[in-house]
């Protein structure tokens, strides 16, 4: 089965700085995608970035991006320029045979 | 919009009563999911659905049964409700056959609590 640890329960940050999400995972599988989603307040889950695990170059979306280290199953969150709106509790998720979550790392942004 | 919606947002029920939880998606998603978060935030699949079929069905009580009756709804009702099936249920939906490469859309959430 597969897992998804993140080893952070808590982090903080100060407005627009830079904050990195640690997640590692474990799969006997070479077929995957890997995502962080964002849970704020509001309860809503929402997709932040995702990877394709056959794709070496890591993917990035506007302020956020990804180092993916396969060899070491390692799926890394960075998040640039910090804003208040970024606080929520960031979710590291492993896609195979079902989405499995990891416990999740609630981020502060401080002003 | 274009969504996934669950109603009710929150129920409060006593124990024992029994429950429904209503999703239904506009995405045109063939594959639907139910997922339970607990009170540590932990997230964790109870089932899926590809088209009305049950397609996953984790280690869940069988006072737990998932009703789809299209590919757009796809329902949990719960019998008997009791302490520990307070939580939070999210619906989710994913385009085609609920494979590895697709990304899941989640519903707001319905809130649980059992008295």
């Known amino acids: 089965a597969q897992t998804v640890t993140q080893s952070q329960p808590e982090m903080s940050v100060q407005e627009a700085e830079t904050v990195t999400l640690s997640c590692t995972y474990d799969?006997?599988?070479?077929?995957?995608?890997l995502f962080w989603y964002k849970q704020p307040p509001s309860r809503q889950m929402i997709l932040v970035i995702r990877?394709?695990?056959?794709?070496?170059q890591n993917a990035t979306e506007n302020r956020f991006s990804v180092n993916f280290q396969k060899a070491a199953k390692s799926f890394s969150l960075k998040i640039s320029d910090s804003q208040l709106g970024d606080a929520a509790m960031y979710f590291c998720?492993?896609?195979?045979?079902?989405?499995?979550f990891g416990e999740g790392t609630q981020l502060t942004v401080n002003p | 919009d274009t969504a996934v919606s669950q109603t009710p947002k929150y129920l409060v029920t006593q124990m024992g009563n029994d429950k429904s939880i209503k999703c239904e998606q506009n995405?045109?998603?063939?594959?639907m999911y139910w997922y339970k978060q607990d009170s540590k935030k932990f997230l964790k699949i109870m089932f899926s659905?590809?088209?009305?079929?049950?397609?996953i069905n984790e280690t869940v009580p069988n006072r737990f049964s998932p009703k789809s009756p299209d590919k757009a709804h796809l329902n949990l009702h719960i019998n008997s409700l009791e302490l520990g099936d307070s939580a939070v249920y999210f619906c989710?939906?994913?385009?085609?056959?609920?494979?590895?490469?697709?990304?899941?859309?989640f519903g707001p959430g319905t809130r649980l609590l059992v008295l």
């Open positions: 989710a939906s994913s385009p085609a056959g609920g494979g590895s490469q697709e990304t899941q859309y």
């Open positions: 799969t006997s599988e070479s077929d995957y995608y």
């Open positions: 990877q394709e695990a056959y794709k070496q």
């Open positions: 998720a492993y896609s195979g045979s079902r989405l499995t």
């Open positions: 995405l045109g998603h063939d594959t």
């Open positions: 659905y590809n088209n009305k079929e049950l397609i």
